[in-house]
């Protein structure tokens, strides 16, 4: 019975080459399978289909009315395209072997990425050359954008990747300071696009302390804010962090959700995207940007996000959400979480196709109400967010990074 339907899926392959998906499905009835035109793969639990990316909303749809349920999405990569065609059809097929590994999985990380090339017991030995205030007047707090010479050492880094700062002193117990993990505001090549920078997005920790009522200032963020231009022997470690990477994929799509100073790695991937010139990645995707602040003074790096918006409409979507001053759908406070309600239904059509990528990066509590949202959003499709989410991280197309 599957043999015509594979013999199919053969012909069908070289039709439409890359822009095959293979739907793994669980609780598909056998009736739902042979109704359908699509070319079902079995194997025992659950079932594989393969759709062409034209279809794959209305074979979606088709699937949760069967009532079977979407365990992942993958492409349908050269290796398994020859699996699918030649396999016996009453054998069992492997569904995670490196074969079937999906072509964003295989692309997904860049190679060589450096890690850990000073450590604190060695630290390199940076000097501040640039240090200023990115939130405008009628902002609230200070958030500052520092850049360091390398030149130096053999420091080098890769967008998305963090780096840790030592401040000079004790702590209460008289002890040497121990790091703090920074992200990485620049690209591999730095601000100034000559391989010698390294830059940082750092907002000043200030809080009331609650006994006393105090104001209490954090020791590395105040360190790092007051540093003079030309201030020598900052001490840094790393780099660190492998969970930011920008894919090399230059169809991907790449949806970035930043609370605050989380705009740091996505300001070093925009401008890997758009401003620098490179022979090896043209970014061809679509990067969304849905980034939070509590009022428009506090828009970091405000100009130049506007600049790319206007420059490459087709390419960059750039989303603020305001809490003081924008309103939610409800009349509430407009947070990150209430964009990305707002655009569930769009968000959740992308993630579905997998050479998008979901990025979060800045504070905690924006991970919570997201995760809701979408496990609301996938229960619509009959999707399992959880599952669909730990697909997601096995094909490297998850990134979180929250403090
Ligand atoms: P500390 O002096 O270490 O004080 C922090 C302590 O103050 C907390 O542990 C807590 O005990 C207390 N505290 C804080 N807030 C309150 C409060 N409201 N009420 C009561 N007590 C409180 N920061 C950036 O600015 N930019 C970045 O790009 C960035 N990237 C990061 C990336 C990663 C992977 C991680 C883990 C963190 C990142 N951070 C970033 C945070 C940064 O590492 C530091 O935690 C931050 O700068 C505070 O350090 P500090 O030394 O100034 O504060």
Known sequence: MYGSSLAASASSTAAFGKRLFV?????LSQNGQTESTNYPIRRSGTTKIVVPYSRMNKEMRRITRLGGKIVSIKPLSDDSQTTAATAPSNQPQQSNTAKNKSMTQAKAKPKDIPVNIYRPKNPFMGKCVENYELVEEGGVGTVRHLTFDISEGDLRYLEGQSIGIIPP??????????????SIASTRHGDRVDDKTISLCVR????EDPDTGKTVYGVCSSYLCNLEEGAENVAMMGPVGKEMLLPPDEDATIIMLATGTGIAPFRAYLWRMFKEQHEDYKF???AWLIFGIPKTPNIL??????ELAQKYPDNFR????????QKNADGGKMYVQSRVIEYADQIFEMLQKPKTHLYMCGLKGMEPPINETFTEEAQKRGINWDDFRKQMKKDDRLHIEVY
């Open 23 to 27: 739907y793994e499905v669980e609780g």
């Open 169 to 182: 002193g004790e702590d209460d117990r008289g002890k040497p300071h121990k790091l703090r993990l920074y």
């Open 204 to 207: 000043q920790l200030e809080y």
């Open 284 to 286: 061809k995707g679509l």
């Open 301 to 306: 790096y405000k100009e130049e996000l506007e």
């Open 318 to 325: 750039l989303t603020y959400a305001i809490s003081r001053e």
